[in-house]
């Protein structure tokens, strides 16, 4: 295992930036210190193994290293977090060690058995008298003096908080990026090669050095209608015969934060499909463009759909104008599923759709349940871009038989049927006057 190295400075600024939003969600919520269990990987029912452990994404964003199972932070006002650091004298497992920023950060005590560490965390919060903890309840079981587990009060201007990323935040989605671009070209000349969704699925993981448990999400490597199930989940050991597409939506991990990134490939370059996904990729650039401060993620949403009801009448997928389309919501059962999402510790990142910091929901409109991202943009969101187009019978036989059917050139949809469908994912940073996407330079850079 090798650890990335961090610019201790931008660490540190981040440490600050982050325990100054704490000192101020505390305050509003009426506790004077937090307790922040990193968590324990739960045992599959009736058995001694678990799932790979995943930190509570409140201790990851102080503490950027998977090894962390079952320490604890002590979130102080006026002082330095508190990390007791949990290093069992295990030799079934290798014990973690502290990374060399720790110390720089946080005030540690290192504890090898849970017991002395609970007893010492414990004395460590005697001092305060409203202490709430945030996280999983089940992994801190003790006789800690709490008066509210994850209180919304406390807990939504944290997750409000995490749409904004520091520089070092940045840093490491930059890298989540270049991890996982790494994989998706190895991924693309694996399909180029004649490999099947498992050969495409290895060439990634080798390529990327990832091992599939530490994946930010499971890897979607789906060949031909498969390309159609939004979030296919095999890995199929036989190449389909022909193979007519391939999409990948696989992403990286750096430090805890997530790239997700999807892009489709025509197994016959020139082809109808082909040129399908040429002409969605160039809307994709065009929407991304369009993105600054203030701009509403809604507004864009609909625009996308807009731009789906242009290609689809262009494509002679639909014989109707673009507008009657978009108005009939004709193009809800092209392209399901919402234009994009917040991006960082988590895939589908927490508070896309706060308008507040206290909480405040801003719902996604009727038309669109699935968005996930409702909040007005601001500058340092990180956010994807992820437009599609696709051919699922069980969406589009709801058009049988209705007004908007009879203007579909079904002949057209079963011919594109085989290919499944089209996605094309990048994802964006806000800067103070417009938008950097983090993915393409990647892309030309290392292809
Ligand atoms: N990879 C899941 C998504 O794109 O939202
Ligand atoms: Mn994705
Ligand atoms: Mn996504």
Known sequence: MTR?????VEFLDHITTITAQWERALAASGADAAVVPAGIAQMYFQDDQSPAFHPNPHFARFYPDDHCEQ??????????????????????????????WAETAFDVETHDDDETLMTALVKGVSAYHRIALVGPAESCELNLPLKAVNPKALVNRLQYARGTKTDFEIARLREATEVGVRGHIAARDAFRDGGSEFDIHMAYLGASKQQESKLP???????????????????????????????????GRS?????????????TPGDEFDDLVAALDAKQRDTVAKIKPGLSFVDLQARMHRDVADLLVRFDILRCSAESAYDRSVTDLFFPHGLG????LQTHDVGGHFATEDGELAEPPQRFPSLRFTRAVQPGYVFTVEP?????????????GTDAGRDVNWAKVEALVPCGGIRIEDNVLVTDDGVENLTRPVFDALD
Do not use: C, M
């Open 4 to 8: 990335p190295a961090f610019d201790q």
């Open 71 to 100: 320490s604890v932070l002590l979130v102080r006002p006026g002082n330095r977090p508190k990390l007791y650091f949990h290093r069992p004298a295990s030799y079934w497992y290798q014990p973690p060690t502290l990374p060399d």
């Open 217 to 251: 999400y499971p890897n979607i490597i789906a060949l031909n209608e498969h390309a159609g199930v939004l979030h296919y989940q095999h890995y199929d050991r036989t190449r389909p015969e022909p193979a007519h597409s391939f999409l990948i939506d696989a992403g």
């Open 255 to 267: 430090g805890g934060y997530h790239s997700d990134i999807t892009r489709t490939y025509s197994a």
């Open 341 to 344: 999402h917040l991006l960082g």
């Open 388 to 400: 599609g187009i696709y051919f699922i019978p069980s969406l589009l036989k709801e058009l049988a």
